[in-house]
């Protein structure tokens, strides 16, 4: 039998695939088209899940499934795992026709795991031709790089606290005194939430931060493989992130490299 981390790494690129065909039939949007650009996004949303949904329901038909864009079913509550499942994270730069969305799917196991229960994270960035797992080979995270700014990667529509101009004044002074950087701190943009923790296991930033609030299926793959690659990933407390809640929701999330992670944690 297929290992469960090899099935959503299978799911989840094909669900990539079919994405990336339907943006292409669909022909162009434009930007200011908001009805052309919502008509491809539910359409996207729904095939990508409808995919998910009979892939991870016929190779596992014990388990529960949460997913964005399914109902949210009570078996849930009692199930020992649980696929969380993000069909198309990032619909708005999807249909942009830009490359930073993503597919999420992680699975959640009561009895097994660390992470807050998770067992399998998978990204898939279709666009980007990438595919990140908790089976990837990995090598130690790299170091905060004091010859230039730290790159903070967040929401344009929701920015943190520390991205704003005050946060990134204190953040850059503790930076200075601590003899990290004296470059201060930059921030960066983009959209799905596995695309984001993509760019700083790319080395083109250096911490994620989002203190909003989310679902778990924003939250889950992205945590997976960001702990796999020995990122430090937790709540901005630094309290762990636990899943399979009713509701699923998440209050903050701060992604960092682990010599970073120390001035970002309250």
Same mark, same amino acid.
């Given at each position: 039998?297929?290992?469960?981390?090899? +099935?959503?790494?299978?799911?989840?690129?094909?669900?990539?695939?079919?994405?990336?065909?339907?943006?292409?039939?669909?022909?162009?949007?434009?930007?200011?088209?908001?009805?052309?650009?919502?008509?491809?996004?539910?359409?996207?949303?729904?095939?990508?899940?409808? +995919?998910?949904?009979?892939?991870?329901?016929?190779?596992?038909?014990?388990?529960?499934?949460?997913?964005?864009?399914?109902?949210?079913?009570?078996?849930?509550?009692?199930?020992?795992?649980?696929? &969380?499942?993000?069909? +198309?994270?990032?619909?708005?730069?999807? #249909?942009?026709?830009?490359?930073?969305?993503?597919?999420? &799917?992680? *699975?959640?196991?009561?009895?097994?795991?660390?992470? #807050?229960?998770?067992?399998?994270?998978?990204?898939?960035?279709?666009?980007?031709?990438? =595919?990140?797992?908790?089976?990837?080979?990995?090598?130690?995270?790299?170091?905060?790089?004091?010859?230039?700014?730290?790159?903070?990667?967040?929401?344009?529509?929701?920015?943190?606290?520390?991205?704003?101009?005050?946060?990134?004044?204190?953040?850059?002074?503790?930076?200075?005194?601590?003899?990290? =950087?004296?470059?201060?701190?930059?921030? *960066?943009?983009?959209?799905?939430?596995?695309?984001?923790?993509?760019?700083? *296991?790319?080395?083109?930033?250096?911490?994620?931060?989002?203190?909003?609030?989310?679902?778990?299926?924003?939250?889950?793959?992205? +945590?997976?493989?960001?702990?796999?690659?020995?990122?430090?990933?937790?709540?901005?407390?630094?309290?762990?992130?636990?899943?399979?809640?009713?509701?699923?929701?998440?209050?903050?999330?701060?992604?960092?490299?682990? =010599?970073?992670?120390?001035?970002? &944690?309250?």
């Amino acid at each position: 039998m297929e290992s469960d981390t090899q +099935l959503a790494i299978t799911v989840a690129k094909k669900a990539g695939q079919l994405l990336l065909v339907l943006r292409e039939n669909f022909g162009p949007v434009d930007a200011d088209d908001k009805v052309r650009r919502t008509e491809l996004k539910d359409q996207a949303d729904a095939a990508s899940h409808e +995919l998910i949904m009979a892939l991870l329901g016929e190779a596992r038909p014990d388990d529960a499934i949460l997913s964005e864009e399914g109902v949210d079913e009570v078996a849930r509550d009692s199930a020992d795992r649980v696929w &969380i499942v993000d069909p +198309l994270d990032g619909t708005k730069e999807y #249909g942009l026709g830009r490359s930073d969305f993503a597919v999420h &799917i992680a *699975l959640w196991d009561r009895n097994v795991g660390e992470v #807050g229960g998770l067992i399998v994270g998978v990204l898939d960035l279709p666009a980007q031709q990438r =595919t990140l797992s908790t089976i990837d080979d990995v090598t130690a995270p790299r170091t905060i790089d004091d010859s230039r700014a730290v790159q903070l990667i967040v929401s344009r529509s929701r920015p943190p606290e520390i991205a704003k101009d005050a946060g990134r004044e204190v953040l850059a002074g503790v930076l200075l005194h601590e003899s990290q =950087t004296s470059h201060g701190v930059e921030v *960066l943009h983009s959209g799905s939430v596995g695309a984001k923790v993509a760019e700083v *296991l790319a080395d083109r930033a250096d911490a994620y931060v989002h203190d909003a609030g989310f679902y778990e299926w924003d939250v889950a793959a992205p +945590l997976a493989v960001a702990q796999h690659y020995g990122l430090i990933a937790s709540h901005i407390d630094g309290s762990e992130i636990t899943f399979n809640h009713r509701p699923p929701w998440v209050t903050n999330l701060v992604v960092a490299l682990p =010599t970073l992670a120390p001035f970002m &944690i309250d």
